[in-house]
């Protein structure tokens, strides 16, 4: 099995910058794919960036492209989402996500808010 924790969410002014990270633990070398998701408050969760094993990143949300930018760190287990430009809009708790050996995992999520 493989167990996420992210940190580093937090309040911050529209214009400002957070950056999110998800260290992963368990049975790290099964991992392939790993992502960033958010979910606001009434609306459905949804996809901000994946990036591969390989550390390509694809799959930005139109609404974060240009200000998002996910990374990731193999032998540290850890997947970054660097937030730049940060709107009201973006006031989400992030979930990262792992796939491994066809299963998919979840980290508890971090609260981000941006204020206007």
């Known amino acids: 099995q493989v167990q996420l924790a992210e940190s580093g969410g937090g309040s911050v002014q529209a214009g400002g910058s957070l950056r999110l990270s998800c260290l992963a633990s368990?049975?790290?070398?099964?991992?392939?794919?790993m992502a960033w998701y958010r979910q606001a408050p009434g609306k459905e969760r949804e996809l901000v960036a994946r990036?591969?094993?390989?550390?390509?990143?694809?799959d930005y949300a139109d609404s974060v492209k240009g200000r998002f930018t996910i990374s990731r760190d193999n032998d540290k287990n850890m997947v970054d989402l660097q937030m730049d430009n940060l709107r009201p809009e973006d006031t989400a708790v992030y979930y990262c996500?792992?796939?491994?050996?066809?299963?998919?995992?979840w980290g508890q999520g971090t609260q981000v808010t941006g204020s206007a």
């Open positions: 996500y792992a796939s491994s050996s066809g299963f998919d995992y």
């Open positions: 990036i591969t094993r390989g550390k390509i990143p694809r």
């Open positions: 368990g049975k790290t070398w099964t991992i392939g794919g």
